[in-house]
């Protein structure tokens, strides 16, 4: 064997034995962590690495990998509510970078335009931007004050409107707006430059579905996890030639085996993708009681699903959960029993394999509080 054939086995045999990523996670008491995925010899353990204290609820987390900042949603409902950026160091550390003052209630943030960010606040009706970078004297840029005329369908959950994501489509011209209060799906040009967005219209779902988080498959179709009526909603999207963006719905479906109604109490809460495969998070289903569930879809050519397999979450309340970019891997974020969970998948099946990691974050969560853990994404 040649000396760089041997030193080729050599590194192969090295990367087997230990690799590593990371993950990172906040708590709603008030933390944003670091941790560490550790594999060797085909054993995975989490470690923690870096802890920032921010304060607040820090409730959703998205990550500008290019510039390594994590931007922090704060879902405080009372006194005076924040949006945070955080440095991510390669090796863990995590920093506050910065800090601005928004409204309660923030749920979810998205990056657009050009240097701009929006954010959800489902308790206080309202979808807001900012320029960045954050500071101390940031003002938002716009706030949008949604209203709907009444209560809906399920008053206890549909009071108001309830904003409860904001996703950019494929080409960065428009932000989609799940109301999972006013049952639709609310609709904004994006200006880039200047980041300004303008109100174009809006796709009104049957009451009692409560749209809650979306996933684009394939630049052109979207799915919507609705959190009231449990189910996933399949959407062909188009884009006239002048106008908003347009939605025509395709497919509704249950996220339980055989398409059956879920449980009493059950809240779907996200849906993700990867290649032809689609996963709902159920919330209190108790399928593998005492812990919950993550359903698998398969998709055709058309987009439509087709009920694949249901696996446990590790825990109960997975608020949310992620994908790596090989495929290969789930981690989840169950939020009342503030465990991080990280699962093998089937690169080609789509099926979700055995649970290979686990590791408590902070102090345990009591169902229905905004409390436990709140969001896992990877160092990606």
Known sequence: MSRALRSLVLLSAWLDIA??????????QGTVQSLSLNQNGGRYTLTANGTVTLG??????????????LYVADETGYGTASIWSVAANINGGLTQTGKATAPLGSVHNVLYGDGYIASAHYQTSMVTTFKLPLTSSAQTLQKFALTMPGKGTIPSRQDAAHPHEVIVDPTGKFILVPDLGADLIRLYSINASTGMLT???????????????GSWWNNSTLYIANELANTVHGFTVTYPASGCIALSRFQSITTMTGNKTAPTGTKVAEVRLKDNFLYAANRRDLTFNPNDSITAFSLDSAGDMTFQGITSSGGTY???????????????????TANVVVVKRDTVTGALGPQIASMRIGTVGTAENDNGLSAVIWDE
């Open 56 to 69: 607040g609820q820090p409730s959703w987390l998205t990550f500008d990998s290019a510039n390594r900042i």
């Open 19 to 28: 690799s590593a990523a990371n993950i990172f996670v906040s708590h709603y």
């Open 199 to 213: 109100s174009c219209g809006q796709y009104t779902e049957v009451g009692g579905t409560g749209p809650r988080h």
């Open 318 to 336: 997975p608020r949310t959960f992620a994908i790596n970019k090989a495929g290969d891997m789930i981690v989840i974020g169950d939020q009342t």
